[in-house]
């Protein structure tokens, strides 16, 4: 499964997203303010999953602003710091 | 002070001033709050983060303010919410410390460490209907209609608030139960609500309400 796929599956489950599909969820569209709507709680819980589901640990929580942006912007987060 | 409306959850059904709105037998309090939710047409998707006892508090709150309008009638300043519990937020309390008990699997949900305080049911109400007045979350074995009498004639009596949310609001794993009650200032409940519909707030109408057989369907007056 494409990793941007396995994202949304999970972003959805981790964020108890009840009434969202993962074909809802637009790969380049922004998760926080217009697009999921997500608050910064939600933010913190995105966070963990990196780390737990990943390994990839955030030192510093403003790096989440970038990182956060899109399924994309964190999937090609998690192949470039998985190659480290 | 008159109670001009009242809400009983319990699992399996829900009453309005002592009438069945809605019933159904569900296997487990997460599953009766998630249909109950869908069934009355509830648009928070918020709703779907919290925990079972917030979401019986939201629940709770949102059958009971129900075309109240409360904010066209009193300044949000001025509408309290009082509730009383008695297992506080413990369930919650017990799923964060089995995500923090093992050192070698250590990962807190921060969704989960929110719904560490009772006072969120509180914070919950007020942010969605826009309330600002004062609020508080008392520990109590059981419902207790004294102290809710108590603290919430305290504050009409300081002026503090014109109108409060206030009653009983308990889940803990299998138990769910809950008593909202809306309390409005007299002279303004009497202005714009049927005479036949009012009840006075005092000690032992409040106790009444609380015990009030579910099994019965009808509405009792008080």
Same mark, same amino acid.
Do not use: W
């Given at each position: 499964m494409e990793l941007t796929e396995k994202l949304k599956k999970e972003i959805i489950e981790v964020l108890n997203l009840e009434d969202v599909k993962p074909e809802d969820i637009d790969t380049d569209g922004p998760l926080f303010g217009d697009g999921l709507g997500l608050d910064s709680i939600d933010a913190l819980e995105l966070i963990v999953l990196l780390e737990k589901n990943y390994g990839i640990k955030i030192e510093d929580p403003k790096e989440g602003r970038k990182i956060f942006t899109s399924v994309r912007t964190m999937a090609d987060f998690i192949l470039e710091h998985q190659k480290k | 002070?008159?109670?001009?409306?009242?809400?009983?959850?319990?699992?399996?059904?829900?009453?309005?001033?002592?009438?069945?709105?809605?019933?159904?037998?569900?296997?487990?309090?997460?599953?009766?709050?998630?249909?109950?939710?869908?069934?009355?047409?509830?648009?928070?998707?918020?709703?779907?983060?919290?925990?079972?006892?917030?979401?019986?508090?939201?629940?709770?709150?949102?059958?009971?303010?129900?075309?109240?309008?409360?904010?066209?009638?009193?300044?949000?300043?001025?509408?309290?919410?009082?509730?009383?519990?008695?297992?506080?937020?413990?369930?919650?309390? =017990? &799923?964060?410390?089995?995500? !923090?008990?093992? +050192?070698?699997?250590?990962?807190?949900?921060?969704?989960?460490? $929110?719904?560490?305080?009772?006072n969120i049911m509180t914070g919950e109400i007020a942010i969605r209907h826009r309330i600002k007045g004062?609020?508080?979350?008392?520990?109590? =074995? &059981?419902?207790?209609?004294? !102290?809710?009498? +108590?603290?919430?004639?305290?504050?009409?009596?300081?002026?503090? $608030?014109s109108c409060c949310i206030t009653g009983w609001v308990e889940a803990y794993h299998g138990r769910l139960s809950s008593c909202l009650m809306l309390v409005e200032n007299e002279e303004k409940a009497k202005s714009l609500t049927e005479p036949e519909e009012?009840?006075?707030?005092?000690?032992?109408?409040?106790?009444?309400?609380?015990?009030?057989?579910?099994?019965?369907?009808?509405?009792?007056?008080a």
């Open positions: - | 002070m008159l109670i001009t409306k009242y809400c009983q959850v319990k699992l399996s059904e829900i009453r309005i001033n002592g009438s069945i709105v809605y019933a159904e037998k569900a296997e487990s309090p997460a599953d009766f709050l998630k249909s109950a939710y869908r069934s009355l047409t509830i648009q928070y998707p918020k709703f779907f983060k919290m925990d079972n006892l917030c979401k019986l508090a939201l629940l709770s709150s949102e059958i009971l303010l129900k075309d109240a309008d409360l904010l066209t009638k009193y300044p949000s300043e001025e509408i309290g919410i009082i509730i009383l519990n008695s297992s506080s937020s413990l369930e919650t309390d =017990e &799923k964060h410390q089995e995500s !923090i008990s093992d +050192r070698g699997n250590y990962f807190p949900s921060p969704s989960v460490f $929110v719904y560490t305080l009772p004062e609020n508080a979350v008392f520990i109590s =074995e &059981k419902p207790d209609a004294q !102290i809710i009498f +108590r603290v919430v004639n305290e504050l009409f009596s300081k002026e503090r $608030v009012i009840i006075i707030f005092d000690p032992s109408t409040i106790e009444r309400i609380f015990k009030e057989d579910l099994q019965d369907g009808t509405y009792r007056k």
